[in-house]
């Protein structure tokens, strides 16, 4: 997996250009046996989307070099090494815009004596910002900047999210970030209620009262970030936050993160115990056949 690339990738494959649904069956079979952990559902829909395109067979090609290109790239930077004491103790906020993110993000970070990084905040961020107009496309960047600061991390920090930053319409690239992200024990949503459509109304009136003029880019994407599911998946721990002030925020993060990881701790324990069981029973089993053997 480390010495291939997406070149040698394709060299390995018969694109014979005759059978356009062999071919493209082709290609995506050796995605499937390379990216081993891909789930076969994403192969089989890509599968089902390229069988019914109507695009000349070269143009499908093309598209899956670039995308396979693109996987080779994101697993490179998904797959690097995170200290555990960074996954362990880091606190990750995602969630629309207006969601109170920044706020109760900076006010942890306070509280916990934590450093604060904002993926929105381009002087914070100046040296990643720099590459955005070599990267064609705004995602490919935005997967790029978040994967790039959260695998740089070298101590506990406070990480708040653009509401865009944790919300990918590529099956794969959120595949792929959702590897990146779930390594972290503490990912933080923030939302105003559980109820979606009483969320968006509350958000677009905030929204109104900070950005006079129009706006209506900023509503329909804020409803798109909303209804996809993306950050429901990716939450350790959702926060609803209509009728809370910050501090009550806060406690209630930090009291579900203490009690999870309390959970975990006790679960560790538990399987301790179990195993020193097993091991024991072992033990006990092998010793009575051995003097069973020894006194026949």
């Not at 721990?237 to 209509?242: D, E």
Request: hydrophobic share 35%; glycine share 4%.
């Amino acid at each position: 997996m480390d010495q291939l690339n997406s070149n040698t990738f394709f060299d390995k494959i018969n694109l014979s250009y005759v059978n356009k649904n062999e071919t493209i069956d082709n290609i995506l079979n050796e995605v499937s046996k390379t990216f081993v952990d891909l789930p076969i559902s994403i192969i089989n829909n890509a599968k089902e989307y390229y069988h019914q395109d109507q695009r000349s067979l070269g143009e499908i090609v093309e598209e899956l070099h670039n995308q396979i290109t693109r996987l080779f790239e994101m697993e490179k930077l998904v797959n690097k090494e995170i200290p555990t004491d960074v996954l362990e103790n880091s606190y990750l906020f995602i969630g629309p815009m207006g969601a109170g993110k920044s706020t109760v993000a900076s006010t942890l970070a306070k509280e916990k004596n934590l450093d604060l990084i904002s993926l929105d905040n381009r002087e914070q961020l100046s040296n990643l910002y720099k590459l955005s107009d070599k990267i064609k496309d705004f995602k490919d960047f935005e997967f790029y900047l978040t994967s790039s600061v959260l695998t740089s991390l070298q101590r506990p920090s406070v990480v708040d999210f653009g509401a865009g930053h944790s919300v990918y319409e590529s099956p794969i690239m959120f595949y792929e970030m959702s590897k990146l992200i779930k390594k972290f024990n503490n990912v933080i949503y923030l939302i105003p209620s559980e109820n979606k459509e009483e969320s968006i109304s509350l958000l677009e009136e905030r929204i109104k009262l900070r950005n006079p003029g129009n706006i209506d880019k900023k509503l329909n994407d804020n409803r798109h970030f909303i209804n996809m599911p993306c950050n429901e998946n990716l939450a350790t721990t959702t926060i609803y936050t209509n009728n809370k002030n910050v501090n009550e925020i806060n406690n209630e993060i930090l009291s579900r993160v203490n009690n999870r990881k309390l959970k975990r701790e006790q679960g560790g324990f538990v399987d301790y115990i179990i195993i020193s069981l097993l091991v024991g029973f072992v033990i006990g089993v092998v010793a009575a056949l051995s003097y069973v053997f020894i006194r026949g």
